[in-house]
């Protein structure tokens, strides 16, 4: 079947701090695969995407490169801030099908 | 606003009581989806629906019964409401190309069994 690995949280960093959020995938066939942020309170928002090898999504800043050969997607951000405190899902969807698998979601709390 | 928007956004209920939660969708996407999230944070599929037809039905309890009346709605009744459906439901809507666009979520309904 088809599964998403996210490292556990919550991770605590200061401002400006680099961010990385691993996630590996495991998928029976060629995923697409998604980033996706919840603010405290909200429903989940599309935070970027890769649908093919080696493609790169960004958004806000951050960033995630679609790895084939290491089946990972991990998301990146140079300088963080405070506003980014949220939960980040890794998320993959496989073929035709509707479904997207997510990960256990990721904490990130900043701090000043 | 076009948006996926669920009601109630809180709702506590007793044990063995019944409740609906409602989500409407304004995008005009074809496809609608209930997901549960627990206290952890994850983020489980319960059911999909294209076009008002039945199409991912995950290990649910049968209590939790979806209804489509239209494609803009998909509503979800619980009966016999247990202690363990304590979670927050979102309703979600994709359009054809989810690989490109992905979900629209909505602001989800934090149910509360006591």
């Known amino acids: 079947g088809n599964s998403v690995t996210q490292m556990e949280g919550p991770v605590t960093l200061s401002e400006e701090a680099f961010l990385t959020i691993n996630c590996t995938y495991t998928?029976?066939?060629?995923?697409?695969l998604f980033w996706y942020v919840q603010y405290p309170g909200e429903g989940l928002q599309l935070l970027l995407k890769?649908?093919?090898?080696?493609d790169k999504g960004s958004n806000k800043g951050f960033e995630a490169t679609y790895r084939k050969e290491t089946t990972s997607f991990h998301l990146e951000k140079g300088s963080v801030q405070v506003s980014d405190s949220a939960v980040y899902f890794c998320?993959?969807?496989?073929?035709?099908?509707?479904?997207?698998?997510f990960g256990t979601g990721t904490q990130l709390k900043v701090e000043l | 606003d076009t948006a996926v928007s669920q009601t109630p956004k809180y709702l506590v209920t007793q044990m063995g009581n019944d409740k609906s939660i409602k989500c409407e969708q304004n995008?005009?996407?074809?496809?609608m989806y209930w997901y549960k999230q627990d206290s952890k944070k994850f983020l489980k599929i319960m059911f999909s629906?294209?076009?008002?037809?039945?199409?991912i039905n995950e290990t649910v309890p049968n209590r939790f019964s979806p209804k489509s009346p239209d494609k803009a709605h998909l509503n979800l009744h619980i009966n016999s409401l247990e202690l363990g459906d304590s979670a927050v439901y979102f309703c979600?809507?994709?359009?054809?190309?989810?690989?490109?666009?992905?979900?629209?979520f909505g602001s989800g309904t934090r149910l509360t069994v006591v």
């Open positions: 890769a649908t093919k090898a080696d």
């Open positions: 995008l005009g996407h074809d496809t």
């Open positions: 998320a993959i969807k496989v073929g035709g099908g509707n479904k997207l698998t």
């Open positions: 979600a809507s994709s359009q054809g190309e989810e690989r490109i666009y992905g979900y629209t």
């Open positions: 998928a029976t066939g060629y995923p697409s």
């Open positions: 629906y294209n076009n008002k037809e039945l199409i």
